[in-house]
């Protein structure tokens, strides 16, 4: 049985000895969270080409899918915007038919993908391969709703990115006013709401005031009725779609269920890893993928499109006080509800507010302050970053993600060349220590006054992309006082190392422990205060000698 208990969803562990307590705060996160997933769920489907009702169904049975069967303790799963760009171009190129048979493939591919233990590679994809690619998908979800959100009067935009820039300026002219002046409206009261009312979700909060306002004054612009019809009240009958795809094409559906299933694996289990983060818990990666992959294929007989983990909604799910998947599931519960008993009025929603709405989401998505901080730091970071970012805004997503690792890779070796050592143990002790000092170690720990209420540990070798998750392991059960990191024996930092550092100082900071940095210098130094770890630590807490550290950790502690 234990080989198997990675794959116990997190539902039936913490549901055994569950509580009316519990249940009040699920209850209370899984409402906000369903009325927060239901613009952007219609408003994702229809960025990628489909009905709304289609991400409407997606987030009610893979997001029910995900929770009650995945390895998380609060992921959220539904249409995200990642997936927007790749829907998108797969209905243009093979329609609803070979989307829904490239995510049956997928949903396939992902259980394998768990079964296989795959779930831990995901510490293989490098921090600035994946804000590259967040970032190019932004820019295109923001460029994909220009038309919707100024009334342009033109037919459907063309996929490639230049040429829509071309043909909306030659559109511009034809803007509708009464829909400009909704969209604009609506994306100034999300603004709004952000900054003077942040505990009122800014999406649902801005679509029901514009959705009143426009009724209630008969402003003539499109609808999800006029363009779509009206958003049924129930879910279809599940069955599985037509599967009647030219051979031609089935080469090319494969390799899109391999995109999606590549894509909505990294996008879950960083959802989940962040998701950790934030609760102090631990997900089970190798389920989490099953789950996915089940949630997926009911995704498809449902009618619906991709599926993955929200990051945030997840995120919004923890800070609404969700302490189980029962949030999660609540949260399909009440979208399900709100389609039973409020369909007509969901009917009535301007394109114009869900236009706004994408455009504040693909703002979030774009992580410019992580863009920009990326951009300073090592030239090899820097590289895979620009590198994801144009490949998936001017060519493909897929494209860019193959092409990031590889250039990663070939990083990651030219760094390993640079600064790697073997060292025999065998001969070490066979010749003179002024040949071999690694034989005694002055400032090894053991020789050194620790006092209770201090933990040392250290890192040694290269702190980049493949060894960042060294801190997710150091459990805290016992929070110290001071916590002292000793970096003696790394010769650099990547981005992907500086973020794991700055989430292992977040979570030092919430047990009310002292992180101390101890021997940075050099190299590493410059990493860490190019990357913005040395500013948040402050220069007070990071000392070039394991002494001056003891000695802090010393007054620290009395």
Same mark, same amino acid.
């Given at each position: ?41 219609? =408003?994702?489907?229809? +960025? ?95 460029? *994909? ?16 990115? &230049? %040429? ?22 609506? @994306? ?7 900054? $003077? ?8 909060? =801005? ?14 612009? /499109? ?6 019809? /009206? ?40 959802? +989940? ?14 389920? /989490?993928?099953? +789950? ?30 969700? !302490? ?17 008993? @409020? ?42 970053? %620009? ?46 220590? *002024?040949?071999?000092? /690694? ?20 890192? !040694?070798?290269? $702190?980049?992309?493949?060894? +960042? ?13 001071? $916590? ?14 500086? !973020?794991? @550092? ?17 021997? &940075? ?6 990493? @860490? ?21 003891? =000695? ?7």
């Amino acid at each position: 049985m234990s080989r198997f208990h990675e794959f116990v969803p997190k539902s039936y562990l913490y549901l055994r000895d569950y509580t009316l307590n519990l249940f009040k705060k699920d209850l209370l996160a899984g409402i906000t969270v369903g009325i927060i997933a239901l613009p952007l769920a219609m =408003a994702f489907a229809i +960025a990628s080409g489909v009905t709304p009702d289609k991400g409407l169904f997606t987030a009610i049975v893979a997001g029910f899918l995900i929770s009650a069967l995945g390895g998380s303790r609060v992921q959220i799963g539904g249409p995200t915007g990642a997936f927007v760009v790749i829907v998108y171009g797969i209905i243009q190129r093979t329609g609803y038919e070979g989307l829904a048979l490239s995510t049956l493939i997928a949903s396939v591919l992902l259980i394998l993908f768990g079964i296989c233990r795959i779930g831990t590679w995901i510490k293989f994809v490098p921090y600035p391969l994946v804000t590259g690619f967040t970032t190019g998908i932004a820019v295109i979800i923001f460029s *994909s709703q220009i038309k919707d959100f100024f009334g342009l009067q033109m037919g459907a935009p063309p996929a490639d990115f &230049v %040429l829509k820039w071309i043909e909306y300026f030659r559109a511009f002219p034809t803007t509708h006013g009464p829909t400009l002046a909704v969209s604009a409206s609506t @994306l100034a009261v999300i603004l709004a709401i952000r900054r $003077f009312c942040p505990r009122i979700p800014w999406g649902i909060g =801005a679509i029901v005031l514009a959705t009143l306002v426009t009724w209630a004054l008969d402003i003539r612009i /499109e609808t999800i009725h006029s363009k779509f019809g /009206e958003v049924p009240r129930t879910l279809p009958i599940p069955s599985l779609p037509s599967l009647k795809v030219p051979l031609d094409k089935l080469s090319e559906i494969c390799f899109d269920a391999i995109t999606i299933a590549l894509l909505g694996g990294i996008e879950s289990l960083l959802s +989940a890893v962040i998701a950790d983060g934030m609760m102090g818990s631990r997900h089970k990666s190798n389920c /989490e993928l099953v +789950a996915q992959g089940i949630a997926n294929f009911g995704s498809v007989l449902f009618g619906g499109i991709p599926a993955t983990g929200a990051i945030a909604r997840t995120a919004a799910n923890v800070k609404t006080g969700a !302490q189980t998947p029962m949030a999660g599931m609540i949260h399909a519960v009440t979208l399900f509800c709100i389609i039973l008993f @409020l369909a007509p009025v969901v009917s009535l929603i301007p394109l114009a507010a869900l236009a706004a709405v994408l455009m504040m989401i693909a703002w979030n998505m774009s992580e410019i302050g992580h863009f920009v901080r990326l951009l300073r730091g090592p030239a090899g970071d820097m590289g895979v970053l %620009l590198t994801a970012f144009f490949l998936t805004v001017l060519v493909d997503i897929t494209v860019a993600i193959l092409f990031g690792m590889v250039l990663a890779s070939f990083l990651f070796m030219k760094r390993m060349s640079d600064f790697s050592k073997t060292v025999a143990l065998t001969p070490i002790f066979r010749e003179p220590q *002024s040949e071999f000092p /690694e034989k005694t170690d002055p400032d090894a720990i053991q020789n050194k006054s620790v006092p209770a209420g201090i933990e040392v540990y250290e890192i !040694q070798g290269p $702190f980049f992309f493949g060894a +960042a998750d060294m801190l997710q392991n150091l459990v805290l059960s016992a929070p110290p006082k001071v $916590f002292i990191l000793r970096m003696r024996h790394v010769p650099m930092v990547d981005a992907s190392g500086a !973020q794991a @550092l700055k989430e292992f100082y977040q979570r030092c900071k919430r047990h009310k422990t002292t992180l101390l940095l101890s021997g &940075v210098q050099g190299q590493t130094k410059t990493d @860490l205060a190019h990357l913005g770890i040395l500013p948040l630590v402050g220069e007070k807490n990071t000392f070039p000698h394991i002494d001056a550290a003891l =000695a802090q950790a010393r007054l620290l502690v009395e």
